[in-house]
């Protein structure tokens, strides 16, 4: 890593004395996980910082977090990396700059970044379109059983066609329920209307104008929850949505519905989520987001044939993991160098 930084530095009749006052400006940076190449080609081709990086697609243990950003100019970490006080703390005052490589921030001590005058970048839009894909196919696989029928065929299950055997729950007709008509929430509407949706509710802070472009219909929660056939979840962590999806929603849903969660774990009480499935309270539920995460593999849900539970891969496409990548990189060097980032959240 050293050898890329060094190697775009400006050379001219001294080499030796400009490369060492080339190296003492340098800005230390850290990086908390294996990144997309073209990320790393980003950040190193810059000539300004040296890189280090938690060489794994293992998170960084937390004793080798507070050691690597120790003097840290720039911090590009993930969703998984808790960034608070002690982080802050560990980095010092050369901090300029937090780079996430996510569109959530709430592993992020905000209030005490702002303190302390750190610009954070982060990459919405980048996966609206992966996220919104995925989104949709985890709600067709979970409700038309699609594990579970992959699963009879492996174990010899399948012995003949029977006419009720792995029935589902089709989306010709239906009702869905969106929570959260933002950016995600909206790609999502436009996916599932050409599968013959016939209404589509949604629920939010306020009204949104881009609705009617998906025919969108604003309703309260309740009704939201009572009239529809699938209910996705694609809003932001705050604290009014926190534990949001819990025993009394799932009572208000109809007992045909299917729950579908890509926002954020902490969305859902997932012992609400447990006792709705096993009890026979909602007919099927589809996540791509846990808590914790991973979710433990002795974890109830995972005892469901009817709870489908992804390992949150819904920017996963070799695509959108390079373009936020880069994204982070480029968001991290605009702080390094005070100047306006791609992306930068509004503290």
């Not at 950040?43 to 280090?52: D, E, F, N, Q």
């Not at 939010?204 to 009704?223: F, H, I």
């Not at 604290?239 to 819990?246: A, R, S, V």
């Not at 099927?284 to 469901?304: K, R, Y």
């Amino acid at each position: 890593m050293r050898t890329n930084a060094f190697s775009m530095l400006g050379v001219d009749n001294h080499p030796r004395k400009t490369m060492m006052q080339g190296a003492r400006q340098l800005m230390k940076v850290y990086v908390t996980r294996r990144i997309p190449q073209e990320a790393m080609k980003a950040l190193t081709g810059a000539g300004v910082c040296k890189v280090s990086v938690w060489d794994s697609d293992e998170p960084v243990p937390r004793a080798e977090l507070l050691k690597g950003v120790s003097g840290a100019h720039g911090l590009l970490c993930l969703l998984s990396d808790r960034i608070d006080t002690e982080v802050l703390d560990a980095a010092g005052p050369n901090l300029k700059v937090i780079s996430t490589l996510s569109v959530g921030f709430d592993h992020l001590a905000i209030n005490e970044i702002k303190k302390r005058g750190v610009r954070v970048g982060y990459t919405p839009d980048v996966l609206t379109d992966a996220t919104a894909e995925l989104t949709v196919a985890l709600l067709l696989a979970t409700a038309r059983r699609l594990p579970e029928g992959v699963q009879e065929v492996k174990s010899g299950g399948w012995s003949t066609w029977k006419p009720l055997w792995l029935c589902g729950y089709g989306l010709s007709g239906s009702t869905v329920g969106i929570i959260g008509l933002g950016r995600i929430g909206l790609a999502i509407a436009r996916r599932l209307r050409p599968f013959g949706v016939k209404r589509l509710l949604y629920s939010g802070r306020a009204a949104k104008p881009q609705a009617p472009e998906v025919e969108g219909e604003y309703a309260p929660l309740d009704t939201l929850l009572s009239e529809s056939d699938f209910i996705v979840v694609s809003c932001s962590l705050t604290p009014d949505t926190q534990g949001l999806c819990n025993k009394t929603f799932f009572s208000k849903m109809k007992s045909t519905a299917v729950f579908i969660n890509t926002s954020r774990g902490s969305v859902v009480n997932q012992e609400d989520l447990y006792e709705a499935l096993s009890g026979g309270q909602i007919a099927a539920a589809g996540l791509d987001v846990t808590t914790p995460e991973p979710l433990p593999t002795d974890h109830p849900l995972l005892t469901l044939k009817n709870c489908v539970v992804l390992p949150h891969i819904g920017s996963a496409t070799y695509s959108t993991r390079g373009i936020m990548g880069v994204l982070s990189a480029n968001n991290l060097l605009a702080g390094l160098n005070g100047t306006p980032m791609p992306s930068e959240l509004a503290l």
